[in-house]
């Protein structure tokens, strides 16, 4: 039997005793999609509809994105079970962190993963990745996978090539970057981490940003949208993946999460306990305002 087949059956049979023994609400999963080699995402809330779900190479959505987008949808007196892959945990971790959601709250069915596909090959994330195996867990789907050296060692190299160009250089690289942008927003909605009930881009009263596709306008979007996720990004590449326009969004938020490691050492998603360190402060600290 191959690993896709062995792994879609225990994950059919997992959410479906989950939903007869009423241990969850709904399990957020993966089905078939439409066309081949294309999967969507299924919120089973009975045990029949646990028969759709599969696990496979196309399952690159995060789907930790449903735990912000669509919480409220799904909240109830039980929890909520999701099929995430290692690299989609982080996402949980970064939402305890920040107070979106509760542990006790979330069954995280945790997905072995030997990598996943973006257009003909393997997705960057996955040649950089150095986590197979889920941690923080409630249940494994999948055999244990031998973490071995990974294909990329530096995922920061393309970080640091843009910081080793010129001011003008880098000014430049990004202007004609950001003026592709037809402000669809769908790296927005694809991203776990993006949960402000109103974006700042949607509020017309006062209207702080230009909504049109213009260079103005689109300076300011993508240099709030990186702010905003400073030191939060986790890392799944999903704004990457779904901006049809091709701009390397993950590499100004991987250019924040580096900055703020080296300020702060902190890591987003990696550690449940750690504070996010902009959302603190220490009285000792250098800057009279933050007293
Ligand atoms: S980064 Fe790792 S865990 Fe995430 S999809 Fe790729 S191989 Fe799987
Ligand atoms: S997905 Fe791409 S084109 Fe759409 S708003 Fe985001 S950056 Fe712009
Ligand atoms: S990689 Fe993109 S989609 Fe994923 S958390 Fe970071 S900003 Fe959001």
Redesign the pocket.
Same mark, same amino acid.
């Given at each position: 039997m191959s690993n896709d087949i062995k792994q879609s059956s225990e994950a059919k049979k997992l959410a479906r005793e989950l939903l007869e023994q009423g241990k969850v609400s709904a399990v957020i999963g993966y089905a078939e999609g439409t066309l081949k080699g294309r999967v969507q995402t299924l919120i089973a809330r009975n045990p029949l509809d646990a028969e759709k779900f599969i696990f496979n190479e196309y399952c690159v959505n995060n789907l930790a994105v449903y735990l912000t987008k669509s919480y409220r949808l799904l909240k109830s007196d039980k929890p909520v079970a999701v099929f995430l892959k290692p690299c989609d945990i982080r996402t949980v971790t970064a939402l305890i962190q920040e107070h979106q959601i509760k542990r006790e709250d979330i069954f995280i069915i945790g997905m072995s993963c030997q990598g996943v596909r973006n257009g003909n090959g393997l997705s960057g994330k996955c040649r950089a990745c150095r986590m197979h195996n889920p941690q923080y867990s409630d249940a494994v789907i999948g055999e244990a996978i031998e973490e071995k050296e990974p294909e990329v060692t530096d995922p920061f190299a393309r970080v640091k090539e843009i910081e080793n160009m010129s001011t003008q250089e880098r000014w430049q690289f990004w202007t004609k970057e950001f003026d592709? &942008? !037809? #402000? &669809?927003?769908? &790296? #927005?909605q694809a991203c776990p981490l993006c949960y402000c009930e109103q974006c700042i881009v949607d509020k017309t009263q006062p209207r702080w940003i230009e909504s049109s596709a213009h260079p103005v306008g689109?300076m300011a979007? *993508?240099l709030i949208r990186a702010f905003h996720l400073a030191g939060r990004c986790i890392g799944c590449g999903e /704004?990457d993946r779904? /901006? *049809?326009?091709n !701009?390397p969004?993950s590499l100004l938020n991987m250019k924040m999460s580096k900055e703020i490691f080296d300020l702060y050492g902190y890591r987003s998603g990696v550690d449940p306990e750690a504070k996010p360190p902009l959302t603190e402060f220490k009285m000792e600290d250098n800057e009279e305002f933050i007293r």
């Amino acid at each position: 039997m191959s690993n896709d087949i062995k792994q879609s059956s225990e994950a059919k049979k997992l959410a479906r005793e989950l939903l007869e023994q009423g241990k969850v609400s709904a399990v957020i999963g993966y089905a078939e999609g439409t066309l081949k080699g294309r999967v969507q995402t299924l919120i089973a809330r009975n045990p029949l509809d646990a028969e759709k779900f599969i696990f496979n190479e196309y399952c690159v959505n995060n789907l930790a994105v449903y735990l912000t987008k669509s919480y409220r949808l799904l909240k109830s007196d039980k929890p909520v079970a999701v099929f995430l892959k290692p690299c989609d945990i982080r996402t949980v971790t970064a939402l305890i962190q920040e107070h979106q959601i509760k542990r006790e709250d979330i069954f995280i069915i945790g997905m072995s993963c030997q990598g996943v596909r973006n257009g003909n090959g393997l997705s960057g994330k996955c040649r950089a990745c150095r986590m197979h195996n889920p941690q923080y867990s409630d249940a494994v789907i999948g055999e244990a996978i031998e973490e071995k050296e990974p294909e990329v060692t530096d995922p920061f190299a393309r970080v640091k090539e843009i910081e080793n160009m010129s001011t003008q250089e880098r000014w430049q690289f990004w202007t004609k970057e950001f003026d592709k &942008c !037809i #402000r &669809c927003y769908a &790296c #927005r909605q694809a991203c776990p981490l993006c949960y402000c009930e109103q974006c700042i881009v949607d509020k017309t009263q006062p209207r702080w940003i230009e909504s049109s596709a213009h260079p103005v306008g689109n300076m300011a979007w *993508h240099l709030i949208r990186a702010f905003h996720l400073a030191g939060r990004c986790i890392g799944c590449g999903e /704004c990457d993946r779904v /901006c *049809h326009q091709n !701009i390397p969004l993950s590499l100004l938020n991987m250019k924040m999460s580096k900055e703020i490691f080296d300020l702060y050492g902190y890591r987003s998603g990696v550690d449940p306990e750690a504070k996010p360190p902009l959302t603190e402060f220490k009285m000792e600290d250098n800057e009279e305002f933050i007293r």
